[in-house]
């Protein structure tokens, strides 16, 4: 449908091998699902682990001055 799509709406023709496009017709909704679980699994362990599980310690600053330190450092 987007290739149809953009070719009546941008006037672009796309040269696409049709065995590409129904190979990810078929995939689509086996990827979605996988997006879905991980999305699910991420509520399950928000709930459960509540604020403690939002933490991401790599962009956190100290992390960050860490880096820019080292960096710094070796020039």
Not at 25 to 37: D, E, K, R
């Amino acid at each position: 449908m987007d290739a149809i799509w953009c070719r009546w709406t941008l006037h672009v023709k796309e040269d696409i091998f049709i065995l590409r496009n129904i190979l990810h017709w078929i995939l689509t909704p086996f990827t979605l699902i996988a997006l879905s679980l991980v999305q699910l699994w991420s509520y399950i362990v928000l709930a459960v682990r509540g604020k403690s599980a939002c933490i991401h310690r790599l962009a956190g600053k100290a992390t960050l001055a860490q880096v820019e330190n080292n960096i710094i450092n070796k020039v």
